[in-house]
T-cell receptor, first 116, second 111 residues
């Protein structure tokens, strides 16, 4: 079964450093997403990406965050200057558009980001 | 904004049925989902229901939707220790394409 792959599985970084979280969505999917889950809290939407541009973003996704699809396979989330409160599990997801009755989200296994 | 609420914790004995409940506020929800998260793992889609359905059964899983009360439940029959995980309810509104998650219910299955 096709998978969404995320790397690394765990990243430790110092406060103020830039991090890039990487995702390889399912190849024929058109929509890409980042969600995050702070320990003990809800899974929160960050951003959606379609046709090489951001289609929706939440209040969390401020100027410190950016997303990119640098080639035909990768989808990245960059945090420019990490803060302690950015520590969370970050999930990438992808889906096709309207081809199935369940809107076909597939999530990756997540990257646990720890900012120290 | 939309809100999805779940109870935090459920403990059952192996072989019993588990019922995990969820309430949501967005009346325009089109699809409602149940995801499972095992320790250290990602979010695995278990099942979903379209908003014009009342019930969906998939092997040991039964989803019930009460649209009037905005209440969704997941029943797991013959619960096994391998079902121990966090279960998230989530919904997609009619106008958007992003999931709104509940806080998750931790299911503990005792042998």
């Amino acid at each position: 079964e096709p998978e969404v792959t995320q790397t690394p599985s765990h990243q430790v970084t110092q406060m103020g450093q830039e991090v890039i979280l990487r995702c390889v969505p399912i190849s024929n999917h058109l929509y890409f997403y980042w969600y995050r889950q702070i320990l003990g809290q809800k899974v929160e939407f960050l951003v959606s990406f379609y046709n090489n541009e951001i289609s929706e973003k939440s209040e969390i996704f401020d100027d410190q965050f950016s997303v990119e699809r640098p080639d035909g396979s990768n989808f990245t989330l960059k945090i420019r200057s990490t803060k302690l409160e950015d520590s969370a599990m970050y999930f990438c997801a992808s889906r096709q558009w309207g081809t199935s009755t369940n809107y076909g989200y597939t999530f990756g296994s997540g990257t646990r980001l720890t900012v120290v | 904004g939309e809100d999805v609420e779940q109870s935090l914790f459920l403990s059952v004995r192996e072989g019993d049925s588990s019922v995990i409940n969820c309430t949501y506020t967005d009346s325009s929800s089109t699809y409602l989902y149940w995801y499972k998260q095992e320790p250290g793992a990602g979010l695995q889609l278990l099942t979903y229901i379209f908003s014009n359905m009342d019930m969906k059964q998939d092997q040991r899983l039964t989803v019930l939707l009460n649209k009037k009360d905005k209440h969704l439940s997941l029943r797991i029959a013959d619960t096994q220790t391998g079902d121990s995980a966090i279960y998230f309810c989530a919904e997609i509104p009619n106008a958007g394409n992003m999931l709104t998650f509940g806080g998750g219910t931790r299911l503990m299955v005792k042998p």
